[in-house]
């Protein structure tokens, strides 16, 4: 069955950097958009990233562009979300999830991964 | 301040139906940009509820169903169960930020 497994979160101090990876299994990993969407407490979704296919075109949401970077390894089947200057603000819940294009919906999601960013 | 709006809370009692809305604008709806809702429940992922407007993934009852017109959509249950109580967000993407976007979720409580 499609799996996907978050890992890499943890307590970090501001300013500093954290890499968040997700394996994935059980469907064709290379015919699918990846994602990063993340909850912070007690708040709703908020999508982060996505990376295309081939990991060629990338798109972020306005408050981590140019401190957050997305990639992906289709030899791997994995999808990282490599994070800088981290603020307190990007304390989440953060979830990787799978579309079959940039329109259609979330199929499948991780079971989550906890970053706070704390002194 | 999400794009998509929706109401932060809805009730029902058992039995009954609710109607949760799901305001857009002209960059993502009313492009023509499908809406697709999910189901939360506390301390899990989000579940694929409704997708592309009106289809049910496999397993999920037809006490639900989606609808969406012009700028708005709604998600309906009816016959609400207790285990019906959750958060439900509703997504799409928007051509003019180039992003996915979500609603703000609503809390749906069965009295």
């Known amino acids: 069955q499609v799996q996907l497994v978050e890992s890499g979160g943890g307590v970090v101090q501001p300013g500093r950097s954290m890499r968040l990876s997700c394996t994935a299994s059980?469907?064709?990993?290379?015919?699918?958009?990846m994602h990063w969407v993340r909850q912070a407490p007690g708040k709703g979704l908020e999508w982060v990233a996505r990376v295309s296919y081939d990991g060629t075109s990338k798109n972020y949401v306005a408050s981590v562009k140019g401190r957050f970077t997305i990639s992906r390894d289709n030899s791997k089947n994995t999808v990282s979300l490599q994070m800088t200057s981290l603020r307190s603000e990007d304390t989440a819940v953060y979830y990787c999830?799978?579309?079959?294009?940039?329109?259609?919906?979330?199929?499948?999601w991780g079971q989550g991964t906890l970053l706070t960013v704390s002194s | 301040q999400s794009v998509l709006t929706q109401p932060p809370s809805v009730s029902g009692a058992p039995g009954q139906s609710v109607t949760i809305s799901c305001t857009g604008s002209s960059s993502n709806f009313g492009a023509g940009f499908p809406v697709h809702w999910y189901k939360q429940l506390p301390g899990t992922a989000p579940k694929l509820l409704i997708y592309d407007n009106f289809y049910r993934p496999s397993g999920v009852p037809d006490r639900f169903s989606g609808s969406k017109s012009g700028t708005s959509a709604s998600l309906a249950i009816t016959g609400l169960q207790a285990d019906d109580e959750a958060d439900y967000y509703c997504?799409?993407?928007?051509?003019?930020?180039?992003?996915?976007?979500f609603g703000g979720g609503t809390k749906l409580t069965v009295l």
């Open positions: 059980g469907f064709t990993f290379r015919n699918f958009y």
């Open positions: 997504q799409s993407f928007d051509s003019s930020l180039d992003a996915v976007i």
């Open positions: 999830a799978c579309a079959e294009m940039t329109t259609k919906p979330f199929d499948h």
